[in-house]
Nanobody, 123 residues
Framework: QVQFVESGGGLVQAGGSLRLSCAAS????????VGWFRQAPGKEREFVVR????????VYADSVKGRFTISRDNAKNTVYLQMNNLKPEDTAVYYC????????????????WGQGTQVTVSS
């Protein structure tokens, strides 16, 4: 079974950039569709972006479109989230998740989750 470990979070000023990584171990990583979600304090977990198994198809939430870029390197079992022009409202714990069978933006459709990495954007 695939396990995920996120990294790359931190504190950044508004307008800055961060690159999150989600490293997978276990089963064949390329069999999984991967999504990034985030959860701010007091709010529900929300969809950020997802990527197909090959990396050829991506879907972004409107709130991050044009600022965030997802990519994956199946040879390295890693998914990346490049976040540019960060805003204070991007502050949240960011999670990567995997779905073996569903192509979805709903968190409930994802089977496997990482532990999360904190992103804090100061104004």
């Amino acid at each position: 079974q695939v396990q995920f470990v996120e990294s790359g979070g931190g504190l950044v000023q508004a307008g800055g950039s961060l690159r999150l990584s989600c490293a997978a171990s276990g089963a064949t990583f390329s069999n999984y569709r991967v999504g990034w979600f985030r959860q701010a304090p007091g709010k529900e977990r929300e969809f950020v972006v997802r990527i197909s198994r090959s990396g050829g198809i991506t879907v972004y939430a409107d709130s991050v479109k044009g600022r965030f870029t997802i990519s994956r390197d199946n040879a390295k079992n890693t998914v990346y989230l490049q976040m540019n022009n960060l805003k204070p409202e991007d502050t949240a714990v960011y999670y990567c998740a995997a779905s073996a069978n569903l192509w979805s933006s709903r968190s409930g459709d994802y089977d496997l989750w990482g532990q999360g990495t904190q992103v804090t954007v100061s104004s």
